[in-house]
């Protein structure tokens, strides 16, 4: 069966035909292609074609596909049992990991299985340690799709161009204050105005689904000093950055550190399988049950074939693979940008470590409104010009660009010899 086909059979029995709404193709247009199976740097669709691959699993995918390390721990924590609903050494040992990469910032860490979990446990937390009720998020910042962190979100909801969720009920969603990101004077205003009333902060540590937005500099530190002062907590969300934009995170690389009180990591710390956290020190992580008044569960959390890939993923990921990961980053980026100069191509390139992202705008965008003003329409024929010459890019301009460690020259060729084309097509929309 084909593409077309597999669509068309999915859209009869799952809403939209997908089981998260990007993967539709609905800012790009077409037929989304349907996955057979992948390996390193590449994935093959159900029609027998392969792709480079840009989007890495939204990330998760930092050695590449399927890698031997991985594959084989999966394969053996899956022999072993596929979850137990009880303790297992791995999570101890992925605990340990985490805490000794990320001290101080980190000292205990409770894992759950998807990123919207640990964002809405974080939140819970920080409301339970403070005793207060409002949050306030960035507009462009995505943070899952828990109730009160759908206001001007960013990825799919860019993507798809609504300001938020229906569903929400209006109670939940005035508890969350939208402020515009990287204006710390709108952050002091805000503060002077309800500083009593905020539970915490919680920003993406370097946004990326709005495409990359850096935040300007010592702004985390900023946030930090400024909801310290008025005892309120930062939520620093890592899920997407973490053990990606560098070894350390975002955190790692700021060129002004900081240390927020609650982190959040997913992708990555899951090597591709169900698995999130929520790290901090333990005097506010041991607010968590069974400790703790705050209360969170799960049935799947820490679950071990999960929790295998994700030890598995970090063991492996040295500082070689970073390395690798920067380096095909750097190329990329470089010529990506002169394919887009070559053809008069107003953009301009957006990044954080290894993470990157291009904007069609002439000024690099600091804000969700500013990104929203870039040529998005210049995305699409560039989109599909490099997948039908066998690259897989990221189906929105308000996304990340993802590389892995198994990005070998063969297939950074493949998309550099791409990309004049491309960029002609970007030229001409
Ligand atoms: N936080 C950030 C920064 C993310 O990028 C994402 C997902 O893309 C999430 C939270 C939600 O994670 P999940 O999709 O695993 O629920």
Redesign the pocket.
Known sequence: MSNAEWFDRARAVIPGGVN?PVRAFGSVGGTPRFFASATGPYVTDVEGRDYVDLVCS??PAILGHAHPAVIDAVQQAAARGLGFGASTPGETELAELVIDRLQPQVERLRLVS??????MTAIRLARGATGRDLLVKFAG?????SDGLLAEAG?GLATLAIPGSAGVPAAIAAQTIVLPYNSLEAVLQLFAERGSEIAAIIV?AAP??MGVVTPSEGFNAALVEIAHANGALVIS?????GFRASRTGWAGIDPVPYAADIV?F??VIGGGL?L?ALGGSAAIMELLAPLGPVYQAGTLSGNPVAVAAGLATLRTADDAVYARLEAVADTLVSQVSAAFTAEGVAHTVQRAGTLFSFAFSAEAPTTYEQVKQQQAHRYPPFFHAMLDAGVSLPPSVYEAWFVSAAHDDAALSRIIDALPAAAKAAASA
């Open positions: 998260s939204w990330g998807t990123g919207t979990e640990a964002t910042h995505y943070h899952g799709h990825s993406e990326a689904n969300d890592e899920v997407l950055t959040t997913g992708k169900p999130a």
